[in-house]
């Protein structure tokens, strides 16, 4: 079964310093997304993203953040200047179509943690 | 703006017994209804949608889901549950035209031998 893969699965990093989170979304899918989840907290929407642009934000998604797709194949999440409060659990997701009905298929995560 | 609301941080049941975890949605127009499972250390995992028709819906792991559009409700079912099931259940919406699905704060479901 296809399936969205992740990494790295846990990054620790100082406050301050710049994280990009990598994402290899299911190959037939066009629609892609970032979720994090805060330790013990719910799953919150960070972004969307088709035909190479950001179709959907969250107020969360702020200046710090920023998403590309580098090559045919990934889809990174890139943190400019992490804070403490960037610790989570962030998920990838993809999607073939990217309203009503379609599923979206997550990935295993990767945990960041900021000091 | 959509959301959704589960009421109970956790669920407890015997192996055997029936489960239910509750779910309440809010949206402007017509509701994509999903529900996703989190077991520990893994991806949240797709198991089953409501879009239209049937209210009840049969999806994965003999799980289902009653739409009750009177209720706006979708609470997660299943006649007799396994320990397996334990886990984190997410409830999910996403609003006709929109991209965001928007998830609850997840039940814990706790499944006893």
């Known amino acids: 079964e296809p399936e969205v893969t992740q990494t790295p699965s846990h990054q620790v990093t100082q406050m301050g310093q710049e994280v990009i989170l990598r994402c290899v979304p299911i190959s037939n899918h066009l629609y892609f997304y970032w979720y994090r989840q805060i330790l013990g907290q719910k799953v919150e929407f960070l972004v969307s993203?088709?035909?190479?642009?950001?179709?959907?934000k969250s107020e969360i998604f702020d200046d710090q953040f920023s998403v590309e797709r580098p090559d045919g194949s990934n889809f990174t999440l890139k943190i400019r200047s992490t804070k403490l409060e960037d610790s989570a659990m962030y998920f990838c997701?993809?999607?073939?179509?990217?309203?009503?009905?379609?599923?979206?298929?997550f990935g295993a995560g990767s945990r960041l943690t900021v000091l | 703006a959509q959301s959704v609301a589960q009421p109970e941080d956790q669920v407890n049941v015997a192996e055997g017994n029936p489960l239910t975890v509750k779910c309440t949605y809010s949206?402007?127009?017509?509701?994509?209804l999903f529900w996703y499972v989190q077991y520990p250390n893994r991806g949240l995992q797709f198991l089953l949608k409501?879009?239209?028709?049937?209210?009840l819906v049969k999806g994965s792991y003999g799980f289902e889901a009653e739409f009750n559009k009177s209720q706006t409700s979708f609470h997660l079912k299943k006649p007799s549950a396994l320990v397996s099931d334990s886990a984190l259940y997410f409830c999910a919406v996403r609003d006709d035209g929109f991209q965001k699905l928007v998830f609850g704060t997840g039940t814990r479901l706790l499944v006893s031998p």
């Open positions: 949206v402007s127009g017509n509701p994509y």
């Open positions: 409501y879009i239209t028709g049937d209210n």
């Open positions: 997701a993809s999607s073939v179509g990217g309203s009503g009905a379609n599923v979206l298929t």
């Open positions: 993203f088709y035909n190479n642009e950001i179709s959907e």
